[in-house]
């Protein structure tokens, strides 16, 4: 079967990876306009759509990508050390800042610290034979594991969970169930899941606690992760995770769904009878997903049964809207932007973390009140962007477009010269 790259998807992606980097990347997290942070706890913001809907269209990705459902051991390796590069990647953000090489500080240690990162990367992103994928995926993890559950102090608390972490595994249950199942079985364990995710979050006592509840900390999920987990969680929950153990059986549904919504894409129907199929779908899902949420309240920090059905349909709506508008109308124009941010998602995920952690390693004596340290990042937007804003919150929101505008040219250079980074 031709495979022809789907332009909405790409939109779609960019748009999703230009969110993330707005909201992941403010002036100044003091002053942020209340749609672009997380929810405190139950319900959703903007902010909230972001991960469930990179979910969705790597579900999405994954029948486009391969339409004949051939699997043999070639795919499953295939699968497998993709899946595992970017378990590794996304563990990396979390060693970064607790890297220590021979005693060094400050600008030489930085130095080091990006030495190894450079060294990372491209032993995950290289485009190495299959063998030589494997021993750096694996060696990688291993030396992870190591560090991290060796007795080495500084690595200790470090945390193991995170977003690329629970991408990869989605990415591989849901790569599988693809190729090896029918849609009535991924129908099937899509289901399963959700409805025994709500059964076990609320109807099994938490050991210590008491009765079942979905409160911050106190529920089952945040109990797997301290047992599981222990000290290598979220440094601002310390006692759970927000991407933990129990609430990533969940989020494998947001990839189902994307699963099914390009497989419609691959049905030898008519484009709008695609878009009308996908559209009753999207709406229906938003539908479920807010009447559950009666019951089994929308929240992102725990990854509830509802919270999936919604996130899945508005990402459905959203892609519809993109695929009517490029696909089948055939209107392309202004969208280049999105295009060239959704292209290259994996440059951004890995690098636009690491960039901000190694500014706020360049310290020096603040030139407006010598008696106290600042460093390079806080002093580009102190003294580089907020003076021009009386809103401290509108300046915080030039900070994070000034990080996309730069982020924008890089992609852009990446974009015309072809180079796409891939795991």
């Known amino acids: 079967m031709v495979r022809e790259r789907l332009i909405s998807l790409d939109v779609f992606r960019g748009l999703t990876i230009l969110l993330m980097t707005i909201v992941n990347n403010p002036g100044d997290w003091g002053n942020v306009y209340p749609p672009l942070l997380h929810a405190h706890w139950n319900g959703c913001t903007p902010t909230d759509l972001v991960f469930p809907f990179f979910v969705y269209i790597m579900g999405v990705a994954v029948p486009l990508a391969m339409p004949d459902k051939v699997y043999d051991e070639t795919t499953f390796n295939k699968i497998l050390i993709r ?85 990869a595994v989605v990415y591989f249950v849901v790569s599988l169930l693809y190729l090896k199942t029918s849609r009535k079985i991924q129908l099937i364990t899509g289901i399963v899941l959700l409805l025994g995710y709500w059964a076990v979050m609320t109807l099994i006592p938490v050991p210590g606690v008491g009765e ?14 301290s047992v599981i987990l222990k000290g290598h969680m979220y440094h601002e929950t310390k006692t759970w995770d927000p991407e933990g153990i129990l609430s990533t059986l969940p989020s494998i549904v947001n990839g189902i769904i994307g699963l099914f919504i390009g497989q419609i894409l691959l049905l030898s129907v008519t484009k709008i009878q ?150």
């Open 212 to 225: 079942a509840n979905l409160e911050r900390g106190t529920n089952l999920a945040a109990w797997v992760d």
């Open 274 to 423: 695609k878009a009308q199929r996908m559209g009753m779908i999207g709406t229906g899902l938003i539908f479920f997903g807010l009447i559950w949420d009666l019951v089994f309240p929308i929240n992102k920090s725990i990854w509830t049964s509802s919270y999936v059905l919604y996130t899945t349909g508005l990402a459905t709506v959203c892609l519809t809207a993109l695929y009517y508008i490029i696909d089948i109308a055939e209107y392309k124009k202004g969208f280049k932007l999105f295009v060239i941010w959704g292209v290259n998602p994996m440059i951004v995920f890995f690098a636009s973390q690491i960039i901000p952690q190694a500014l706020t390693m360049i310290r020096f004596q603040n030139p407006h009140n010598p008696e106290e340290q600042t460093n390079l990042l806080n002093y580009l937007y102190h003294f580089g962007i907020a003076p021009f804003f009386s809103n401290p919150m509108s300046a915080s929101l030039a900070g994070a477009l000034t990080y996309v505008a730069i982020w924008t040219f890089i992609l852009w250079i990446f974009y015309r010269n072809k180079l796409i980074f891939k795991v």
């Open 83 to 167: 899946s595992l590069r970017m378990l590794c990647l996304g563990i990396f953000f979390n060693f970064f800042g607790k890297i220590q090489l021979f005693g060094l500080e400050g600008i030489p240690l930085l130095i080091a610290r990006l030495a190894v990162t450079i060294a990372v990367g491209y032993a995950l992103m290289g485009n190495f034979s299959t063998k030589l994928k494997n021993i750096f995926a694996f060696g990688i993890l291993a030396i992870y594991l190591i560090l991290a559950y060796g007795g080495f102090e500084n690595y200790q608390d470090v945390r193991l969970p995170g977003v690329l972490q629970r991408i």
